[in-house]
């Protein structure tokens, strides 16, 4: 039987959305349990939470920085082994420093920080550190998605030319935070968020999603930004043109103010010999469509010899029972569960600083390139042509 990996959890309190997510999926597969945590800014509602969950007394704590100190005094056996950060944006990249400082692993959400300076610092804490540091891309823990970059690697698609990659939500059409939403309240608030709105918070999915499957990493991008929602500072919808270090060329939309659509994450890719296509709301179809040839549906389930073995390893139920959000979640536990054991040899199968750093230089570079308007060009007026 495998050592169960001891989690501390900071943030993900009473009405928190992601943490409970966190919490089923990192006890999902019996790799890990949670511990200890420090779940609230207030102290009290902190340690009530804690109790709530049927923590230890000495483990319900008032806040991070209490956690990580008396962990650090627990005996090697018995103290926390991961740090997961759960909290809105503003504090990941200070509680990820202190705790990988303090000799803890970390699991992140994302984005990994506010700003890139920020995520620079987690990276340079990582380096000096040599410990395990995840970010929470919860798309790339879908076991067809990984499938698409095995295809890509094998050359089933042929040197990929163009993506379209979206992620569309309605949540944010009306001006939700202005009502005593408290997720859009922070999401809409840059102290918090940091300075990308929907591109911070799904933006960086759909970036994630591309860079993962193709391989490459973007090399040059031209955005429009635009703030539907009335009053709101940070954008609500972006639409962009990239460009990857392989040559594909891309289009990325991510917006909150589609009315109507849910969690709208998808993705086209096309090499010279073929197409791919995934849906996040339909996650365990992949299509393949060759040039010459009908399409493919390949099908997501533990009993599905023709996937590749490591993917075929993180489904739990054979196809047609479907696996979804909170299994993807667990599979990101299980690749850092498994790092944390073998104390990180191996290639990480998680995404990591790396990735982490990425999706912020993919924020900072929208937010350069929309400094200006000189890349619009006027359409001429009907009248004059
Ligand atoms: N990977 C994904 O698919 C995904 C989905 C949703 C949210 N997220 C990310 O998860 C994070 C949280 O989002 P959410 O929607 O769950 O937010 P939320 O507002 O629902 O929950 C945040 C929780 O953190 C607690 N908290 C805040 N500061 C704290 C601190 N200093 N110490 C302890 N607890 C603190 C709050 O009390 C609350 O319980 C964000 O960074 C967001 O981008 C990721």
Redesign the pocket.
């Known amino acids: 039987m495998v050592r169960k990996v001891r989690v501390g959890m900071?943030?993900?309190?009473?009405?928190?959305?992601?943490?409970e997510i966190h919490r089923k999926a990192l006890s999902l597969d019996g790799e890990l349990e949670l511990v200890a945590g420090?779940?609230?800014?207030d102290p009290e509602r902190?340690c009530a939470f804690g109790a709530s969950l049927g923590l230890a007394s000495s483990r319900q704590y008032r806040?991070?920085q209490e956690m990580l100190s008396k962990e650090r005094e627990r005996p090697t056996d018995e103290r926390v082994d991961l740090i997961s950060i759960?909290?809105?944006?503003d504090?990941?990249a200070p509680i990820a420093i202190a705790a990988l400082e303090a000799g803890f692993h970390v699991m992140s959400?994302?984005?990994a920080a506010r700003t890139l300076d920020e995520a620079l610092e987690i990276e340079e804490a990582v380096r000096q550190t040599g410990l395990i540091y995840a970010v929470?891309?919860?798309y790339l823990g879908y076991p067809m998605v990984r499938q698409a970059r095995a295809l890509v690697a094998d050359g089933a698609i042929g040197p990929i030319r163009k993506i379209i990659v979206e992620y569309v939500q309605g949540w944010l059409s009306q001006t939700v935070e202005t009502d005593g939403q408290?997720?859009a309240a922070?999401r809409t608030d840059p102290v918090v968020a940091g300075p990308g709105g929907a591109i911070g918070?799904i933006g960086v999915?759909a970036a994630s999603l591309a860079e993962y499957i193709a391989g490459s990493p973007m090399t040059e991008l031209c955005a429009s930004l635009t703030a539907f929602g009335s009053g709101r500072v940070l954008d609500d919808d972006a639409s962009l043109l990239f460009r990857m270090e392989n040559g594909a060329q891309g289009v990325l939309t991510a917006s909150q103010i589609c009315a109507g659509e849910e969690n709208g994450l998808s993705i086209r890719i096309y090499g010279e010999e073929g197409g791919l296509s995934w849906r996040q709301e339909e996650p365990n179809t992949l299509w393949h469509a060759p040039l010459d040839g009908p399409a493919q549906r390949w099908r997501a389930g533990a009993d599905r010899g023709y996937l590749s073995p490591a993917v075929r390893s993180q489904m739990r139920t054979p196809a047609g029972h479907p696996e979804g959000y909170i299994e993807a979640f667990a599979n990101l536990y299980r690749d850092v569960a498994a790092a944390v054991r073998d104390l990180g040899e191996g290639e990480a199968a998680y995404p990591g600083i790396d990735m982490g750093l990425s999706t912020l230089a993919f924020v900072d570079a929208i937010l350069r390139n929309t400094r200006d308007d000189e890349k619009w060009t006027r359409v001429k007026d009907r009248g004059a042509l």
């Open positions: 900071v943030g993900g309190g009473a009405g928190a959305f992601i943490g420090a779940f609230h800014r902190s806040d991070w759960v909290t809105p944006n504090v990941h959400e994302k984005p929470a891309q919860t408290k997720q922070w918070d999915h």
